[in-house]
């Protein structure tokens, strides 16, 4: 819904109870912002102004292909008053178009793409 189009709503509904039959409403800002960091180009914060996956936010920072490992990306969520929350995902399985449903970030949650292992 548009803020004009919430104006008109609450209008409707409140218009027996407003003294002056005017209504605003003004949107402040819906960004939100994400940590990246581990096996890619440009790791640090990353602002959003809409829901962005996990597989969106890697991208976003530039998956270093040769050097991340995909299959283990962990997602660090902390909440007020809760644990932390640690969430393993196998993004290359999403690449191949075998993931199950998006894995959907929340404002301040940590992306860690670690280093594919390799031998010497």
Known sequence: MTPS????ELLKLYAPQLV???VNVVLESSAYFVF?????ARPGRIMFDRPITVMEAVIDA???HSRANLKEVT??????GRE??????????ELRG??????????SDIVFVREKFTWF
């Open 20 to 22: 002056t039959k005017e």
């Open 75 to 80: 997602v660090i969520r902390r909440q007020a």
């Open 84 to 93: 932390e929350q640690y969430f393993h995902l196998n993004l290359k399985r």
């Open 62 to 64: 530039g998956v270093d």
């Open 36 to 40: 990246v960091t581990g096996a890619v």
């Open 98 to 107: 075998e993931g199950s449903e998006p894995f959907y970030l929340q404002p």
């Open 5 to 8: 189009g919430l104006e008109k």
